[in-house]
């Protein structure tokens, strides 16, 4: 059973230290002159803030107005008109009004804003920061800042690794139950209580209340949407948008009241699958009416959607191609339909041939998305939005940014980022992510050939969430440091990781000096740590095939994936230069162009992934490629051994069941960690015969 | 829908061609004194000689005593003590009494053998075969001859190519209800028909007719006892020696009718897990007793039961080390509990450490089995019988044999083949392991400085089934071949693999000389193409872990399954010499262990089992090892197109389901011979930087 009242439940909202200060009276006496559920959810923030951990009682009072208030300090909430604000943007300022009187006014365009303001209010005071006569103005840097969830409606989740879904947990049951219902028909017809039972929509358990607390963490953050469901839209959540619709219903409703917006990933092929077309064509007259219809009954039950997303063409998803359309006839068509009623379409760029031939070194996946939606810049309609992983691959520990960002002048472009530790240690490995976040929208995009950062080129950003039904919701404790760095990162990306690190341990762990030091070690050291027990210059893809952990170095070696070291007796790595290799460093904007294409100037980080290189090649290090397999696989095993000794130097400092749990994990990341530097070692010793300088054990 | 009329489900027995032959008055009229079951099967399957492909209608007369029969030709079934027939033996002869009376009579000292007799008898007419004046005896070699099943009570089968379990296929939807019922209990309590309906124990479906079909067949070829669940015991299966006996009773009853004994694989902590005691110390006097009650229920529930079988301290399962007892001190105990009602007791010697480092290479799981049993010979009592498997690893395609069968002069020793192929490509490949088996049985051991054959060492076989519930039983149709193989081989290894294949193609399709010709073409060389394609010169196990299909080099290489390659740059090859190995030739009886013990004189097939050797190492064949590999896996690979090629000149002269079926397969193994070809042949071009002297295209 889940203990909601643990720490490790409540995250960075514990609001601990907030309940020993001295701003009760503030929070007791608010002014606000409406009504509305995200104002009614700010004010339960408020209140939560001093009662949630014991039972002290606080005696809210709302005013209309600020006349007749007796008591001397106040909140006071307001819309406001206020240039130096955006949408949902807030200010947060103190004032010493005449006579003794204090009052904290939050004011912003409108109601998220109001809410953002508050929950900043509260970290400001859970970080004992000086209050008095301040004056902060934040505005968000993006409007969109998503979270996807790749949750299914039998309660999986597709690279999860914090338990079941928080969203579909309950038709767990319900769909099995179903399945023997049908196989059973006879008898279970003759039963038609029990086959109701089981055959309402959505089966409405206590862990609604477990989603309220999610919408409340995200909301913490500034997330402002959230894509319920799987980008691989199987035939069960192909139904979400017809008889099955109640249960978007149900968590929408709840998101609505934290600011969030619902959006849903559909299958493109849904006309067919729900067995009313024979095509889902974008250009059939047919399947234009068709979502028009079903876009508006959408809306009619959820007025309040964000609207839709797309996975098409990608790994087996049907998409356009299927009809000899290309992508943008394929988004423009549902981005109509969702027009009206002021929806978004989030078209995913993910595309690319996985089932290639391992044999033909001409094909290069790393290029697929590129060639695939440059040529349509310009055709998207404005309310299409290319949703683009970071790299041209898939969320490897290291990759150089896609090269979609320096080009698609026109287009809408968000960028995706992976929460979940897919493929950097599956929250069992402590591995913080917001430092290469950071890294790639910092990033020289030079489109068009001026200084245009990756952040300046894109209108949103979303990221694959790592949360699922585990008490600490991330799997990992640790791991929740990168929810709440996405979230502060999608608002502002000039906020430094440094930063956020300070702020999530101060929210999280309070303010002991050792546990701020040394948490903050580990987790700004982790990126860096796994990267080197882990993938050497930018190769990627050594790792165990299907589950994606752990070290197999062949393991999508010979697969149709499109992801090859191809690594011989002599050398390691992939050709991408324009002069021997795929051709892929041509699609960058110069001085990248060059920078990559040629060995003497690529970076060492990502060397492997442009070139095939001799073990013996001398890195700007000064080291040979293969003394740095071996010294880095060495030194990230050590640094993992130096992440526990920090960790347990913590103990009975900081909440005893964080502290076991999280040692347990770091001790099965050590054993991870040799794994991986003894295979990887041991392979390529294996394979290019040269000896580590150092003499040190390779087996 | 399975078609059971249909060729390929009759397998060997449509007994199409007696329908058209002389012998129906024979078969119309019988002689037999007295009456069993079995006789009554004997009886039926007569009858059903010339009924079964059309309605032809069979009088079958059964008369008491030869006198007053009317009828010029007769069939008598009867039992003698003739001294040259053994248990379960039976003699054929053919007599021209006075008159024009002639009768075919077929005696043995037991309704098994009578029942065999008449299997025989229909194999000879089915190949018009000379019947006039024959006299034939034919006695079994061994009395002990098992299939093993791993099958699972939910219907899944363990290394399972064909299809779900015939044996349990009715107990899944059951099993998915009672978890529903189990998890919405208070729902479920109020309808108490509806919860009875999924208790029961055994929902008696129309498939039971199907496992009479499959028992039918087993007994053709004189299988006489059959372990019906799989030999990893899941909590689930303990359950068949207690609440869910009733599904063994239903089961047993079935193979009774054939003269086949039913077996039962046990969990050896059944006391434990059936919830009554804390201990499964088999030496503990609770456990003892708990035993004895458990067995005594048993047989009195199934009076004719085989006996158990036990996989103990291997790969996870429970055993007596647990307890700090040996292997002798586990069986005996359970023995002891059987010997009353005659059962026996079955233990494997599967037993090695399945969590070794890959980093030691003193470890040798070669060696394991004979490390833990030698030093108990003699130790375990007569009605204990130790399975062992054919070679020390794991059914690859090529081992060496099993020094256990050159050791243990005073154990029971049963030989354990698998004709399930989980890794002799898995139904999708043709692989006829008659060849195989029958070089594993003439193969000598030595034992005692004596010429002593592994098929005179043994006092049984036994070997895991390779049928499902697909149509023609085995997913691959030539892979029928193998289970009749068997069969024929358990009887009588002297018998040759190509009279078995005749045999078979003559019983199966008939007697077109072209079917004959091709399909005898592709059997007798798929073990070898096999081999070929897959795995060269011993090494095994370069094959995608887990499932175990489809080549990956590394699959096992860094793995804790004590199976590993050692390829580097220069060489590849497990040492287990007595000098700088791990020591395993040593476990092998004089002149054998100086043959594997040295590279010189250690066949080329199994040199890399039992040698790290030199790429540059010439082989016997004259042929480097490099290129040895190269050539093999590119003739592999032609000669499966071979295959193709002789399958597709029998269109029109074979059924049409099984031709277009098989050829489906056949292009599987095709496509899946050329990933094989070109994943080993690059691989090792890559580590080893040595050219094809042919030149062929490696990747």
């Known amino acids: 059973m889940v203990n909601k009242k643990s720490e490790m439940y409540s995250c960075w909202l514990s609001h601990r230290e907030i309940k020993n200060s001295n701003y009760k009276e503030y929070i007791e006496n608010i002014v606000i002159s409406y009504k509305s559920q995200i104002i009614d959810s700010a004010l339960w923030e408020l209140k939560k803030a001093f009662e949630q951990i ?8 709302i005013y209309e107005k600020e006349e ?65 006569g301040i004056e902060i103005i934040d505005n968000p840097k993006k409007n969109i800042r998503l979270v996807n969830h790749w949750d299914n409606i039998d309660g999986t989740v597709e690279r999860g690794f914090a338990g079941s879904s928080i969203l579909f947990e309950s038709c767990r049951n319900k769909d099995i139950m179903k399945e023997v219902m049908d196989a059973i028909g006879g008898i279970a017809a003759t039963n038609n209580a029990l086959r109701k039972a089981f055959n309402d929509d959505y089966n409405v358990a206590s862990d609604l209340d477990r989603i309220n607390d999610y919408a409340r963490m995200l909301s913490s953050v500034g997330i402002n949407g959230v894509i319920i469901n799987n980008t691989n839209v199987h035939a069960a959540e192909t139904y979400l948008i017809d008889n099955k619709i109640n249960i978007l219903k149900t968590i929408s409703k709840i998101f609505d009241k934290w600011g969030i917006k619902t959006y849903l990933s559909i299958n493109f092929a849904a006309p067919i699958t729900l067995g009313d077309l024979q095509t889902s064509d974008p250009l059939d007259e047919n399947v234009i009416q068709w979502w028009k219809r079903k876009t508006e009954h959408v809306y009619s039950v959820i007025p309040n959607l964000g609207g839709f997303m797309v996975k098409a063409d990608s790994e087996g998803r049907p998409g356009p191609f299927t009809y000899g359309r290309n992508h943008a006839e394929g988004a423009n068509m549902l981005a109509s339909a969702l027009s009206p009623y002021g929806g978004i379409l989030i078209w995913r760029c993910f595309v690319y041939n996985c089932r290639q031939d391992w044999r033909d070194h001409t094909i290069d996946r790393a290029k697929a998305a590129y060639d695939c939606f440059t040529p349509l810049d310009g055709q998207f309609l404005d309310n299409v939005y290319l949703q683009i992983k970071n790299g041209p691959m898939d969320f490897q520990v290291k990759e150089p940014i896609s090269p979609l960002f320096g080009a698609l002048d026109n287009t809408n472009k968000l960028m995706e980022f992976q929460i979940t530790q897919e493929y950097t240690g599956q929250q069992k490995h402590v591995c913080f992510l917001i430092p290469w976040w950071k890294e790639i929208l910092s990033a020289q995009t030079y489109a068009n050939d001026t200084d245009s950062l990756v952040a300046e080129r894109i209108t949103g950003i979303a990221a694959i969430v790592n949360v699922g039904n585990d008490e600490n919701w991330t799997g990992h404790f640790l791991a929740q440091a990168n929810l709440y760095g996405y979230g502060r990162l999608a608002w502002n990306s000039d906020i430094t990781s440094e930063q956020i690190v300070e702020e999530w341990i101060n929210l999280t762990f309070g303010e002991n000096s050792l546990v701020i030091k040394n948490v903050q070690e580990i987790l700004m050291n982790s990126w860096k740590t796994y990267e080197k027990y882990t993938s050497p210059l930018g190769i990627g893809w050594m790792v165990a095939p299907g589950h994606h952990y752990g070290p197999d170095v062949d393991g999508y070696e010979f697969s149709p994936w499109g992801t090859y070291h191809r690594a011989d007796c002599k050398g390691i790595g992939i050709d991408r230069t324009l002069e021997t290799g795929t051709g892929y460093s041509g699609q960058y904007n110069e001085p990248l162009k060059s920078l ?9 980080e990502l060397l492997l992934f442009f070139h095939h290189a001799s073990y013996k090649h001398v890195l700007k290090s000064g080291k040979s490629v293969i003394q740095h397999i071996y010294d880095t696989h060495f030194e990230g095993y050590e640094e993992v051994k130096e992440f526990i000794s920090k960790w347990e130097e913590l103990e009975g400092k900081i909440d005893i069941y964080i502290y076991e749990q999280t040692l347990e994990r770091l001790k099965i990341q050590l054993d991870s960690a040799e794994n991986w530097k003894d295979q990887i070692n041991t392979y390529f010793h294996r394979m290019s015969g040269i000896e580590d300088e150092k003499k040190r054990r390779i087996y």
């Open 596 to 604: 990559y294409n040629n060995l003497e100037t690529c970076p060492d």
């Open 54 to 61: 014991d039972n002290t009682k606080v005696e809210q009072k």
């Open 68 to 132: 007749g208030i007796e008591h001397e300090k106040y909140i006071k909430l307001e819309k406001s008109n206020d240039k130096s604000l955006v949408s949902e943007g807030y200010k947060i300022k103190h004032k010493i009004l005449l006579g003794k009187k204090q009052v904290i006014i939050i004011s912003a365009k409108d109601d998220n804003g109001i809410l953002y303001g508050v929950f900043a209010l509260l970290r400001l005071l859970e970080q004992n920061k000086q209050i008095d």
